[in-house]
């Protein structure tokens, strides 16, 4: 099956640093999604992104499905951004595939 | 809008027990998926409705689990007799058919078992 690999697997940031968070995946896919899961558990969609560059606030995802691979970059981080970032590839049949996630940690 | 609501939050049985988890999906949307997740990996997929028939469980260990969604709106994931190794977090999450079809996640069953 489809491999969804994400780098790093830890990052410990200073409160106010910027960040960047790599997705690569070994085929094709017909989508890809960013999550965030808060300490709470709850996913919550950050991105829907098949290809492109997108921004939301503090947050932006870039996408080359080309050379499959996607980014999350998080500036001026917040205490409030820790947790663990999920990429989901999309698979037929609106499936996704998850990688095993990216736990940061924001220090005040 | 309201969203994907799941109950119970949390359930702690002892293995070879039966359990249920119970998922009402957002209004109008068609899709419905059963994830588990164990502790420090990324959800993996159980289960797919689209309405009330299934799409995919490949990965659905069938002969303890079992999963239903009658009348195309709310379902029931259930284990049977349960594991050690069934221990982890299940989550529901609902797509609309649009354009997008992107996936909203309930807030899961926290499941132990001991």
């Known amino acids: ?14 409160e106010g640093a910027n960040s960047t968070l790599r997705c690569n995946f070994s085929d094709s896919v017909n989508n890809l999604q960013w999550f965030h899961q808060n300490p709470w558990g709850q996913l919550i969609n950050l991105f829907y992104i098949p290809s492109g560059t997108k921004q939301n606030g503090r947050l932006s995802a870039t996408t080359v499905a080309t050379e499959r691979y996607s980014l999350l970059y ?23 595939s998850f990688g095993a996630g990216t736990t940061v940690t924001v220090r005040a | 809008e309201a969203g994907v609501a799941q109950s119970p939050r949390y359930k702690i049985i002892e293995k070879r027990q039966s359990v249920a988890f119970w998922c009402n999906p957002i209004s109008g949307h068609a899709t419905l998926y059963w994830y588990q997740q164990i502790l420090g990996q990324g959800p993996k997929l159980l289960i797919q409705f689209q309405n009330n028939g299934v799409v995919d469980d490949s990965q659905l260990p069938k ?38 079809y992107e996936q909203y996640f309930g807030p899961g069953t926290r499941l132990t078992v001991t």
């Open chain 2, 63 to 100: 002969d303890r689990f079992s999963a239903e969604r009658l009348k195309g709106v709310d379902s029931t994931l259930k284990i049977q007799p349960a594991k050690l190794e069934d221990s982890a977090v299940y989550l529901c999450a609902s797509s609309a058919r649009d354009s997008t």
């Open chain 1, 1 to 14: 099956g489809i491999q969804v690999e994400q780098s790093p697997p830890d990052l410990i940031l200073q």
């Open chain 1, 74 to 96: 998080i500036s001026s981080s917040q205490t409030t951004d820790s947790g663990v970032y999920f990429c989901a590839v999309e698979l037929d049949d609106y499936k996704l």
